[in-house]
C-alpha cells in the first residue's frame, strides 16, 4: 500500500489530517452494516440541517430541469460536484464541526474541473449505456412512438419483448461498474485531489474487491428504503441522507490511514 499525497495546487484542502492509502483496503463483510451505523450517527448530529440540505437540492434539481434538455446534461455534469459538497459536510460533522450551507458549495471552490469531468465521464457512460438498450430494443418501438399511435406502440413493445427484457438485464449488468466507479470518485478528488480517471479507477476497484460489504450494505438500505416509502415516502428525507452519510462512512474506511477512521 501506498500513501498518495494531495493536490497542492489546490485552492483549499479539504483533506487536511486524512491519510490516503491506496489500493483501498479489503473489509469484512460485517463493515456493511458499521458504514450504516456510522452514516446514522452522523445524520443524527445534525438532522435539520440535513434535510434542509436535500431539500434544497431536489429544489435546485426541479428549477434546473425547467430548462429542456440543457438542464438536465447541467445537472447531471454536477452531481460530482454537488457530491463533493456533502463529503466536506459529512468531515465537518466528523470532526465535531456544524454542518453548514456553505460546505454544499466546497465542490464548486476547490477541484471544480476534475469534479466536472467525473459526472461528464459517468454521464457518457450513461448515455453508452441508453445506446446499448436501444441497439437490444431496435428501432420498431423508436418509430412506433413517432407515430403517435399507441396500437402500433403497444404492437411493436409486445413483438420486442423478448428483446426488451434481455437489454434490460444487459443495462443492470452495465450499471453496477459505472455506479463502482463513481461511488467514491467525488470524494477522492475533493479529499486528496486524484485525477478523475484515477479516482474512478480507485473507486471501480474497491467496490468490487469489497464486494461482500457492498452486499450487506445494500440488503440493509434496501430493507430501510422500503420502510422509508410507507409514512408517504417521507422517510426519503431521512434515507437520503444516512445513504450519503455512511458512503461517506465506507469511504474513510476504505481509503483512509486506521488512526483517521470514524
Known sequence: MSTAQPDQAAPADPGEGLKLVLPGR????????????????????????WIVSILLVVLVAVVVNLV???????????NGVIGAGFVVACRALERGGDFELEHLLAGFKTRFGNLL???????????????????????????????????????????????????????????????AAYWFAPALVIMHGLAPTAA?????SACFRNLLSFL????????????AMIPFGL????????????????????????????
Open 68 to 78: 429542456p434538455l440543457l438542464g438536465s446534461i447541467a445537472f447531471q455534469l454536477l
Open 26 to 49: 479489503s473489509a469484512p463483510a460485517g463493515e456493511g452494516w458499521t458504514w450504516v451505523a456510522v452514516g446514522w450517527k452522523l445524520f443524527t448530529r445534525a438532522p435539520l440541517m
Open 117 to 179: 469531468v467525473v459526472g461528464l465521464l459517468t454521464m457518457l457512460g450513461w448515455i453508452l449505456i441508453f445506446v446499448v438498450f436501444a441497439g437490444f430494443v431496435g428501432f420498431s418501438i423508436v418509430a412506433a412512438a413517432m407515430t403517435g399511435n399507441t396500437r402500433d406502440i403497444a404492437s411493436a413493445i409486445i413483438a420486442s419483448s423478448a428483446s426488451i427484457l434481455l437489454g434490460v438485464l444487459v443495462v443492470l449488468a452495465l450499471s453496477v461498474p459505472l455506479l
Open 216 to 227: 450487506v450494505y445494500g440488503i440493509v438500505m434496501t430493507l430501510f428504503a422500503i420502510l
Open 200 to 204: 474512478m479507477k480507485e473507486s471501480f
Open 235 to 262: 422517510g426519503l428525507l431521512v434515507w437520503i441522507p444516512v445513504a450519503i452519510a455512511s458512503t461517506y462512512a465506507a469511504y474513510r474506511a476504505i481509503f483512509t490511514e486506521p488512526d483517521a477512521q470514524p
